[in-house]
């Protein structure tokens, strides 16, 4: 029955979950399945068959007397499995015959249990309380709420989102407070940062004893005003502190805003997602610390200074208040201990007309309590500045038409622009002479006009204006020269059409003068209508030349602005035009008369050549390859002429220059050691012609290498037996850094009498670490490496031996005792030559014998070593 009513249950659960039951069946394996936890049961997990024939299965291991097997094969649940971090249930199954015995596995089978969302999200806390100030900034974090979910945090089931459901009260159906949905930070929104605000509070002053009857008389009378006709007695004032004060300590019992928070799992806002709420009470405080926004001082006000201005507070009464002057200027502010800042002196808008207040509050060892508050003091303009006129001069032509504008008058104001301080209103007065008319011209708004014709030079060439100018308080008299000026019916003639040809060598110096021209104006002299000006009009499409005018003579210097080029342009063909500053009356036009032509040929002259550049600096590594090119020296001649190159400075010899090319080769090996920079000069010289030469330095700077080793200065030394003496070992590597020092010395290999100890960067010492019995020679090999670890091994000769008292004891290493002295060999020659085979058998028996004696020598002294 019971496996009839799994298969049934097998089939529904099947159906339900579209899959068919193929699906959760399979041969006996090794295998990990997926079940999900709190599963209605019994539940089948999965069907196993065996290819063996078997009666019965068996399941053993982490069963936990939740799972079993039927005898068919069916894996199921007895009871739910609940889901736990990291959790997981280890089973072996095996298929047995009738008589119990294994004919398939065991197989090792994993339940891997599948979190399912059935955990609700759970607050840290019942209720949270927490204080804001009114007027902070908004989208600043004031308080955080934090939920945990039961489920797995690495699935939707365990993501929390936080939102606000309510706000009570709501004013508006304004949210004065926002949530951030992933962290739960509690901060105000832009519309809680401008409209939140705190009840009445009491608040306490520097020096103000909190509970004093005194004090507490005195914030009566400020907070706790009667209100609804309640009679004072029953509104005592101790009930009112009492009550202010234990609002503040418990913000439970009365809030100003209760938030209904809620948290969702499943990353929030899905239909089947489990959430949780909680309160939070928030209690507005009063914020002391407000800028009293912008200020306005008049300047130059009378009075008594210091003058106040305005009053600061911070949220701790014991705060220290301190100014910070933000402008180099002069700073006429100061701030007292009960935060009231003042004026020091009259204020001038015309030297700074907006001043920045930073204000500090800091305890008594100057840590802030407070941020730093800026306040803005602008100074008011008064009307305390005269209007001022610069001179004004302007010109008017005999036909200027009736009502153009003669010029402008340069009259202005220091008070504030745009305002009626700064307003001026000008009244022409008077008009020297009055002729032909004694209103020849207006003044409307600075810009005077001609109000009447018949302007004559003739009769009058100059009128003087007298102009009121005023700002409505102060009033200045200004003056402005009219000058009347011939009208501009003449054009300029020049004295000759054609100035003919000119010659100008092509290295002539900027502004030499090529010729002078000249062209008369028949108008009135020293008027725009005479003055003429001169044009290049044509012929010099490179701007190379150009005319400057004498103003005494009316003549033109046609000079040489920029340098010429025959190659650019070898020929002038110039047009010059002669022009008026003045504009021509109607019907008078610029002619032929007022052209002139000119003709400038260019002298070829032989240039040198010329280098590409004037110097080079090459850097090149030392150990470059004979025959590669270092640089190629590029040059041109400006005639176009054949050119080739030398060499000098080389005194080593090491390079050599391809005389067409003008490509530097080494010919021999480098070395930075011998010089580290090489000077050369590369000469270009003209193969034809004057042979003209032009020069070019190049540095060759030589890098170094590795290419030496370090190498010691002695090879040889002494120990003296008595005081254990240590040899100094000093390096030499001709090499820059970094491949020289320091240096690293070592044994070739380890030794039981002789150890080094570093000295400094080039030398290290050796050391004997015991004596000998007898005097002797060592051969000690020394490995040597610079700074780049190159090095090699070099032996150094030392002698071991008895001193005496002055420590001479000097014996040269490798020197051999068998040796002979010159008395041993005087003697032996002074014998009788008639010995002489005898003599021979002799030294050839003792040679082999001292070479016996020497080999014993050797073999101890390597066992030192």
């Known amino acids: 029955m019971r496996g009839a009513h799994l298969l049934h249950l097998t089939v529904l659960v099947s159906i339900a979950h579209g899959i068919g039951l193929e699906d959760i069946k399979g041969p006996l394996d090794n295998l990990v399945l997926d079940v999900p936890e709190a599963t209605p049961v019994p539940y089948p997990i999965y069907q196993f068959t065996s290819t063996e ?45 009738a008589d ?84 739960g ?91 949780s709420t909680t309160r939070v009470n928030i209690a507005v405080i009063q914020n002391l610390w407000v800028s009293p926004g912008p200020i306005t001082i008049r300047e130059n006000v009378e009075g008594e200074y210091p003058m106040y201005l305005t009053t600061v507070r911070a949220n701790d009464p014991t ?44 305890d008594g060892q100057g840590v802030e309590l407070e941020k730093p508050m800026e306040i803005h003091v602008e100074v008011e303009d008064v009307n305390d500045n005269r209007p001022v006129c610069d001179e004004a001069v302007f ?148 701007n190379l030349l150009a005319i400057e005018v004498d103003e005494d003579t009316g003549e033109g210097r046609v000079y040489i602005a920029r340098p010429l080029d025959y190659e650019l342009q070898s020929v002038f063909n110039l047009q010059i035009n002669a022009r008026n500053p003045e504009p021509l009356i109607k019907g008078v036009e610029y002619d032929e008369n007022a052209t002139t032509f000119v003709v400038i040929q260019l002298v070829d002259v032989d240039e040198p ?81 004057d042979k003209q030469e032009a020069e070019m330095k190049v540095d060759i700077h030589l890098l170094d290498v590795n290419d030496n080793y370090p190498i010691l200065q002695k090879t040889q030394g002494f120990i003296c037996v008595q005081d254990m003496t240590r ?20 044994l070739n290999r380890k030794s039981p009498n002789f150890e080094i100890k570093p000295l400094d960067g080039t030398s290290a010492r050796l050391v004997l670490k015991k004596k000998p019995s007898t005097d002797m020679n060592a051969i000690v090999p020394i490995n040597i490496k610079d700074k780049a670890g190159m090095g090699i091994t070099q032996k150094f000769d030392v002698r071991i031996c008895n001193c005496t008292k002055l420590g001479y004891c000097y014996i040269e290493p490798a020197a051999h005792s068998w040796k002979l002295g010159m008395s041993g060999t005087i003697g032996i020659l002074a014998g009788t030559f008639g010995f002489i085979g005898l003599f021979l058998i002799i030294v050839i028996y003792r040679i082999k014998k001292k070479d016996q004696h020497r080999a014993a020598t050797s073999g101890e002294a390597k066992a030192m070593l």
């Open 395 to 542: 010109e008017v032509q005999e036909n200027e038409p009736i009502g153009n504008q003669i010029g402008v008058l340069p009259a202005h104001d220091s008070d504030k622009e745009n305002t009626l301080n700064s307003l001026l209103v000008y009244t022409l007065i008077r008009q020297k002479p009055a002729k032909p008319f004694d209103r020849m011209f207006t003044i409307d708004n600075g810009e005077i006009k001609l109000a009447n014709k018949n302007l004559q030079r003739k009769v009058v060439s100059q009128y003087e204006l007298t102009i009121n100018v005023t700002d409505g308080v102060y009033t200045t008299e200004c003056k402005a020269i009219i000058k009347v000026i011939d009208i501009n019916n003449e054009i300029p003639v020049f004295e000759k059409k054609d100035y003919g040809t000119h010659s100008a060598p092509e290295l002539a110096e900027v502004g030499t003068t090529l010729l002078t021209i000249k062209a008369t104006d028949a108008d009135d002299p020293g008027t725009g209508s005479s003055r003429v000006e001169y044009h290049i009009a044509a012929g010099d499409p490179h």
């Open 319 to 362: 705060a220290l208040y301190r100014l910070v002057q933000k402008e180099r200027l002069s700073f006429p502010f100061t701030i007292n201990e009960d935060g009231e800042i003042h004026v020091t002196a009259p204020l001038d808008r015309e030297e700074k007309e907006m001043y920045t207040l930073v204000v500090l509050a800091e």
């Open 727 to 746: 040899l100094t070992l000093t390096a030499v590597d001709k090499d820059a850094d970094p491949y020289g020092e320091p240096f690293t010395f070592s």
């Open 185 to 275: 930070d509690i901060f105000l929104t832009e519309e809680g940062a401008e409209f939140l605000r705190a009840r009445p509070a009491v608040t306490y002053s520097r020096g103000e004893v909190r509970g004093s009857p005194d004090v507490l008389k005195k914030k009566f009378e400020d907070y706790c005003v009667p209100r609804n006709n309640i009679p004072l007695e029953n509104n005592p004032f101790y009930t009112c502190i009492e009550r202010a004060e234990r609002r503040g300590a418990n913000l439970l019992q009365d809030p100003d805003y209760a938030l209904i928070v809620r948290v969702e799992d499943l990353g929030g806002g899905a239909p089947n997602a489990l959430s």
């Open 53 to 97: 024939e078997a009666e019965t299965y068996h399941v053993s291991g982490e069963t936990e007397g939740k799972i079993s097997i039927s005898s068919d094969g069916w894996l199921f649940l007895e009871q739910p499995l609940e889901w736990s971090q990291d959790k997981s249930h280890h089973l072996d199954i095996e298929a047995r015959s």
């Open 609 to 689: 050549p010329e280098f590409d550049v004037e110097t080079l600096n090459v850097n090149v590594p030392e150990n470059i390859t004979v025959g590669t090119v270092i640089m190629t020296a590029k040059a041109k001649d400006p005639e176009g002429k054949t050119i080739k190159f030398k060499m000098e400075g080389d005194e080593h010899n090491w390079l050599e220059l391809d005389a067409d090319s003008g490509e530097l080769k080494t010919k021999a090996a480098l070395d930075r050691e011998t010089v580290e920079q090489l000077s050369l000069t590369l000469i270009a010289y003209e193969t034809e012609g």
């Open 100 to 183: 119990g015995e294994t004919v398939d596995g065991p197989y090792s089978v994993v339940l891997q249990v599948v979190d399912v969302n059935n955990n609700h999200p759970v607050f840290s806390e019942s209720q949270y309380s927490a204080h804001v100030r009114e007027h902070s900034p908004a989208e600043v974090p004031f308080l955080q709420v934090f939920a945990t979910d039961a489920d797995d945090p690495d699935t939707l089931n365990a993501q929390l989102r936080f939102s606000i459901v309510n706000q009570i009260p709501n004013p508006g159906n304004g949210f004065y407070f926002g949530i951030n949905p992933d962290s």
